[in-house]
């Protein structure tokens, strides 16, 4: 660098050396500068790997000159970009003087001499330029530069039009990072100033904070009173500016969401002045909270979150027994709806990162009880959800715990921060208070204790089984007396549990039990992490179930005496109970010698049930009575007993019937509990069992409606139960819901058709009252008449409401029960995936198809609401994948021949009478699960399958499983899906689908054979075209099947081919002119048929004659024939090649006659062009200079009227399709010249492309009428002489605008086919 200072000055040696090395130098800066942040990041990597490599001074000096230039870009990216580049230039340089550099940046972005439009540029130009000295490490290295630098943000602080606090900010960063002796001896005199000035603005007091702790031996107290008067900052004398301050800070960063940083360092400073509890009072609740201002607010809860980690015990129970937290509750509780900002989300953020940081249990749990005692009339603030909870020490959380369950028995509102809303305040006058909060704290606290154990925290199973008997405890039991025998009996309630409090830990104990038994193994010990690699849950590490553990405390508090249950059990309850203890017993006996999976599910099922007799006790007894019925014959060793039709069902169908009421019930815990019960007893389900299943789900069975009654009412208690488990607020907004609804129903009643028979009755009352006056009008009635009459006409509309009202509930109620109905046939759906999935060998799976495929068709044909859809979706997913699709299936289905025989067949013939599509592709599907089955399965008859020539049986080893039947019954198949095939391609609207038998001959190859005839046949004899394209499509997928072949011998393969090709050849011989689109199909799909068969024939070599299929093929290719379709064209000649024709090449001379001849045509503006004149508008535009013969009206001429010298062979061969860019038929185009004879000649798929190109036509002629008047074509008889001269030229100048406009066009090459 020394070499760069001498040359004097920032010119280069040589100016346009660095320019002359190419633009890769160059792009580097462009790249610099654009807006894509990776883009800038990677020109700047480059542009010093660059330097680094080339090390030229001429290239360094460049590379600085356009970096400082770049500083005061425009464009706001460009400017961080040049900054940072000029940064990383200057830390990988260390040769270039900082002070240099600094002086070019003053030099470039002078603030004095530049323009006043440009100052805000320089100003940025400046600043830029400092921050990429201070980001390049080096300035506080450099004294010199580090002093101007300070000194240039000083004076740009002046400029806060521009750079607002910037420069600023940037001057509290540079001083946090220089040392102490630099401070004291480089920049304290020059910052004495902003020091002084620290209380005028947030800016220069957040120097002063980042000084006091950065450098305390140079700002000491002695030094501060030089300053600014006071030793220390947080003084009562200075409050009431810091205040102010603060307040300033909150508005001025509202929208980062985040703490201002000055606040947060004058937190700090005064914890260091041991002035905390003076700035919290005085500074925060008694002068920010003052000024009802949200970002304020907001300033104080960070604030307040952001102090946790640095505060002491004594402090932090101040600070969470103050007014920023009861704001912060009030805050909470008022902004439910969902349009506020909720401030929650960020302080459970808070709260989380300080107990994830703190170690000291003191503190940790003096902010969980402080945040649980903030309480909105008893009801904590705090998520009784949250899961702030799992970074708790294991001492804190148990002393937690038992606080939680101290506060439960004991509420103490004396230590609650407790606070009530104005609403509230206003709602609740006659409430009994005092109740109300404890029965809202106990709510939240037994949810709390419940979360503790489902959410993540470390805990051992001693504190798991701790708070699962609390809970079971209170919500079941209470307390005569103390006792110690009973831990949850040693301390008595203060104020007694009453129902609504017992009903509330009810529910969450039964949420507690699905948690159990989701839970996964805790402890260390080896046997824990066996079961834990095994992914057995809801087991302790001893291997006892969590549920088990519970029935045995319960059952040792029946026997306490100083315990009593809420529903006293009655004897024959509690003989219930006591056998399903022995039972249960006994069942563990038998888990390590029998099926242990099954003897728990029994287990868990007796327990649960066992369990709900707290809850239910007489609904609990008749299931809990027939289970254990069913559980001691499940598991005796008797051996079975044939039964009659009407003997009393086994244990099987007893049990499925349980099974079934335990879905309908709203506990997913008994749900699931009851599916892998399900699961283990389905090898012994019998066909009773499966009927009682599948009847649920049957559309034309009728329901019980007594079961979708108590369905109803579980559901109806549930949610209830879930809306008082929800958190405050909805309460707020419950009252205006309650009158819409009113109102909606109001409005329902008034639009009710008056019935007959209210009107017969109103007429009578109306006449009654007419004979009391008597027969003098209504006018001349007495008050006594008229009050009589009111009176009825009021009875009678009464009635007819009540009537109204009576027909709207049972509405409402038939709509609820098909809901439900609907919701459990959901749930029942589950049950026959399961059997389906686990028994998909087993024969009554055959039982379960035609349920299935009714539940389809009868969905497919009802309404389409959500749950509806869902439930036909998951119907169609279980058919699809679980029964259609799986590799699965029954292996002895020898005796069940005759009936699977007859089954394929009603299913076809079921596909076949169906019309709509989707419901047939079912049936055929299940059809085809049939064939699988019974091809899949051996026969003991002796079957003779088709005979295998000794070549293909050689060469293909899996050839005699493809030809093996099985069990099928070849000719009885072959008849039914022949007149399946017969009438998909004769009958006109089939629902039956070519996909479908593509299935059917992909599948089973060995149906190819006996059903290819038709295929053949139908090519000329289909229904329709459509029929005879897809018989084709059809016999060519066949075809292409490599074990067709296996079934045939050569002879017949080879008169195969000649017959299909034959029947292809007749069918083109009727093909007429293709203009819609079931002929072009039939072309297509018949020259993709033709395609292969020739191919197959010069392959294979067979002796097969074309000469009648060539004829039909060149008679194809006239204009009349395929016509100008290029998918046909394509394919015709695909087809040609194999009988030695070749395409003819396009003749490419057309275009330039055109080109050159279209500068002679340009007509003077103002007169209209000869092809847009109404009697020439359908002339075609000359492209090789032949005009077309018209007739003497002005029309072309007709075909037979043309000159034949202007025909090409090919276009006599009708071989030459419509250019894409000249093929309006209309306007008479040709690639020839030569105009078509009409627009009767379209070809078919360019029906589209004319139909568009006739409404740009006749928008281009209604603009021509506009633009020239109705005059029509007078417009040429307009004197140019009238015209101004400047009009002339200006319209000249157009003019030769749109020429050139449309000789670039004309010049636009045309695409060749």
Known sequence: MAELEGQGGPVVADPR??????????????DIAKPEQEVRLAATENLLRHLREGRKDDELKYTLKRLVEGLGATREAARPGFSLALAQVLQAFEEIPMCSVLEQIKEKHNLEKVKKKLVRNAAFGNFFGVMALFQSGRLVKDRKALLESVQLLQQLAHHQAHLRDLPRKTLIDITSEVPETVFEEVLFGILQSDLASAFTSPENLHLLLVGIQKFPGVLKPKNLKKLFGSPTVVNEQNIPRLVELLQSAAKSEKKDKKLPSVVFDLLQVSLKEDAFELFWKEGVENGLLKEKSGPVSYMCYRLLGSALPLLSLDQLQMVL??????????????????????????????????????????????????????????????????????HLQPVALQKYIDWLKDMF??????????????RQKQTQENLNIAQHKIARLRKWIIHRLANI??????KEESLVMDISRFCFFHAFFEAKKKTSQIREANVLPSEPLDEQAHSVAENYFFGLLQTLNTLTVLGETAKAAALREKHIHGVTADGKLWIFLLVEYANKLLSCEHVKAV???????????????????????????SDSAKVVAFQQLLLLMAIHLFKNPSETMDVLSDLLNCTERAFSKEPKK???????????????????????????????????????????????????????????????????????????????????MDEEGSEDSSDEGNTEEEDDSGDEEKNEEVDDDFRSQLMNVLQAGNALGGDESDEELDDEAMMALDKNISALFAEQQKRIQAKKDEKDRMRKEKILRRDFKIKVLDLIEAFLTKQSENPLVFDIIEPLLRVIEQCMSSDSDKQEVDFLQKTANIFKNSLCRTKQYCKRVDALQEDLHAFVERLVKKACKHTDSSVALYYFSASLYLLKVLKGNTSNKSSTPPTLPETQSNAIPQACQLLSTGCLDMERVTVIYQQAL????????????????????????????????????????????????????LLQKVLLLRELKLFMTEEEWEELIRESISQVTESLKMVGKCILKAEKEKVAKSLELLNFLLKTVMEQKLRVKLTELEKVLVALNQPEGIGNSARLDSLYWNVMRWLNYT?????????????EAEPLKRKKKGFLPETKKRKNRKKGIQENGVAPVASEDGEPAAPEEQPLATETPRQKKGLVPSSSKHKNQNRGVRENGVAMAGGGEEAVNGGDAVADKEKKKKKKKNMNRKRKGDAGNEAEQVPAAKKTKGSVSQETQQKQGKAKKKRKEKKTPVPQE
Request: glycine letters at 4%; charged letters at 25%; a positive charge.
């Open 17 to 30: 050396g660095v320019l002359r090395q190419g633009r890769a130098f160059l792009d580097f800066f462009w």
């Open 321 to 390: 027994k103050g007014k920023v937290m009861q704001h912060y509750g009030e805050h909470v509780v008022t902004t439910q709806l969902p349009d506020r900002f909720k401030f929650a989300p960020e302080m459970e953020g808070y709260i989380d990162e300080f107990l994830n940081s703190c170690d000291d249990v003191e503190r940790q749990l003096a902010v969980m009880i402080g945040f649980s005692t903030l309480t909105n009339q008893g009801y904590p603030v705090l998520s009784s959800s949250s899961r702030v909870v799992r």
């Open 409 to 422: 028995l004991r509420p103490d509102f004396d230590c609650c921060l407790d606070f009530s809303s104005n």
């Open 453 to 458: 154990i489902e959410s993540s925290v470390k």
């Open 567 to 593: 529903k006293p059990f009655t004897k024959g309850q509690r003989d219930a109970w006591e056998r399903t203890l022995q039972s249960v017993k006994n069942l563990q006996k038998k888990e390590n010698k």
């Open 642 to 724: 044939k039964k009659a039709d009407n003997a009393e069902p086994g244990w099987v169908e007893v049990m499925v019937e349980i099974l079934l009421s335990l879905l309908a019930q709203p506990s997913l815990l008994i749900r699931r509990i009851s599916k892998s019960v399900f699961v283990r007893i389905c090898p012994n389900l019998t066909k009773r069992g499966l009927q009682l299943i599948l009847d649920v789900v049957d559309p034309y069975q009728e329901q019980n409606e007594e079961s979708a009654v108590v369905v109803m009412e579980e559901s109806d208690k549930k949610i209830k139960s879930a809306q008082d």
């Open 982 to 1033: 017969t009438q998909f391609l004769t009958k006109r609207n089939s629902a039956l689908t070519s996909s479908m038998f593509h299935d059917l001959f992909r599948r089973f190859p060995i149906m190819c054979k006996p059903l290819v005839d038709i295929l053949v046949k139908s090519i000329t004899a289909g229904a329709r075209q459509h029929q005879q394209a897809q018989a084709c499509l």
């Open 1143 to 1155: 395409k003819p090449k396009k003749e490419k001379t057309a275009d330039k006659p055109v080109q």
